[in-house]
């Protein structure tokens, strides 16, 4: 296979697409505080309008499967800029209901994006024959801790959360005009469409991946109101909370880009979810909001390898005309993490409070683990041969 004759600008600009997503839903955490005050909903409420997210954007990604294998990289441009038209719904809501249909859109746009611009990585991860998930998702994670420091501090200074969510969706438009005009994908040989495709590899990986994005959307969602309601933490010390949980994401992708290949998929999923369960209980139990973000950040660091790996797995398990659908099945399938979020956080909090919410985030973690030891009963290609087509390359023994 040959490769680009200058490769480096599409990396870029798929970085950028990660960092747009980012960009959002590190802002949204940082801003929930005040859209929850403004639209005088509790834990619980909040938790079932946020619910709304993930239950649109699952058929959403299922619709957009088939798409991502036949547009490729050209979807992304459309999808960032379907994105940016509802960022600013959030704050311009005035109560519980008013936010059903804002997360609904929500939840339209950023599952199609989710397929878009893990397809488009998956099959770069592919044509380059070596690991670019860690790099990526990196940018999703420095996105979303710029995004959130900025609200945190915006906030404290009285800025209204409308503004804020709609200065970061022209932003997020600006990135989708930059990614247009996108190299078209391969034509599929013999005109066989992609069928969406639920194989017992891909259920496994994508039962990871939930477990994995319930805690990321639990910390990201509720840490900064973990800090400010239950430890009285300002707006600005608030903003830390998704900031750095960020942050220490993108360390821990940035270190996984770097020395992953030096370990097994299997102990490194493992050693995500014991180390990130051990950062949520502290952070859980802690009496200071400096303890608190002591706590975010090693769930952050730890957990951040999982996502990526699960990814990379998946981009190598499918021949290259069914990577959006396979990738689509394991992202509907993760998206049952964040149906999960909402009722794990949320609904413990309005039963036991905020503390015990998070805590049971911890017990993801470690189920995390243990479901890992599962991968090392799959045959995985090697990255460098991960190019080719064929068959599905993850067979159970």
Same mark, same amino acid.
């Given at each position: ?6 490769? /480096?600008?599409?990396?870029?600009? #798929? +970085?950028?697409? =990660?960092? $747009?997503? !980012?960009?959002?839903? @590190?802002?949204?955490?940082? *801003? ?60 311009? /809501?005035?109560?519980?209901?008013? #936010? +059903?249909?804002? =997360?609904? $859109?929500? !939840?339209?746009?950023? @599952?199609?994006?989710?397929? *878009? ?180 950040c090693l769930a952050g660091v730890a957990i951040s390898a999982s996502a990526p ?89």
């Amino acid at each position: 296979m040959q490769p680009s004759h200058n490769p /480096a600008p599409g990396i870029w600009k #798929l +970085v950028a697409a =990660f960092a $747009a997503f !980012g960009l959002f839903w @590190g802002g949204f955490a940082a *801003a929930l505080p005040a859209i929850k005050e403004a639209t005088g909903t509790t834990e619980g409420t909040l938790g079932l309008a946020l619910f709304c997210i993930p239950s649109a954007a699952l058929p959403a990604m299922v619709l957009s499967g088939p798409w991502a294998d036949r547009y490729g990289r050209r979807m992304l441009a459309p999808a960032l800029a379907a994105f940016a038209l509802v960022t600013v719904g959030p704050g311009l /809501a005035s109560s519980g209901l008013g #936010l +059903v249909p804002v =997360f609904l $859109a929500l !939840g339209i746009t950023s @599952g199609s994006l989710e397929v *878009a611009v893990n397809g488009a990585a998956a099959a770069m991860e592919a044509e380059r024959g070596e690991r670019i998930m860690g790099k990526v998702h990196a940018g999703f994670s420095l996105g979303g801790l710029v995004s959130s420091v900025s609200v945190g501090l915006a906030r404290e200074a009285g800025a209204h959360p409308a503004l804020l969510l709609g200065s970061i969706g022209l932003i997020i438009g600006a990135i989708g005009w930059w990614n247009r005009g996108a190299p078209s994908p391969p034509v599929r040989q013999g005109g066989r469409r992609a069928r969406m495709h639920f194989t017992r590899p891909l259920v496994l990986l994508g039962s990871l991946c939930a477990l994995t994005f319930c805690i990321e959307a639990g910390l990201e969602g509720w840490s900064a109101i973990h800090l400010e309601d239950t430890l009285g933490a300002s707006p600005a010390v608030g903003g830390l909370g998704p900031g750095l949980f960020m942050a220490a994401m993108v360390l821990g992708r940035v270190a996984a880009q770097s020395f992953g290949d030096r370990f097994k998929d299997t102990r490194l999923l493992m050693t995500s979810g014991l180390v990130g369960a051990i950062g949520i209980e502290l952070a859980a139990v802690a009496q200071t909001p400096w303890a608190a973000l002591v706590g975010f950040c090693l769930a952050g660091v730890a957990i951040s390898a999982s996502a990526p790996t699960i990814l990379s797995l998946t981009g190598r398990s499918s021949p290259p005309e069914e990577r959006g659908t396979s990738m689509a099945a394991v992202t509907s399938i993760a998206y049952l993490g964040f149906f999960l979020s909402p009722a794990v956080v949320g609904g413990i909090a309005d039963l036991a409070g905020l503390r015990v919410g998070l805590a049971a985030l911890g017990g993801i973690g470690i189920l995390l683990a243990v479901l890992a030891l599962r991968v090392g009963r799959l045959e995985v290609q090697p990255m460098e041969q991960a190019s080719g087509g064929g068959e599905p390359l993850l067979p159970f023994h």
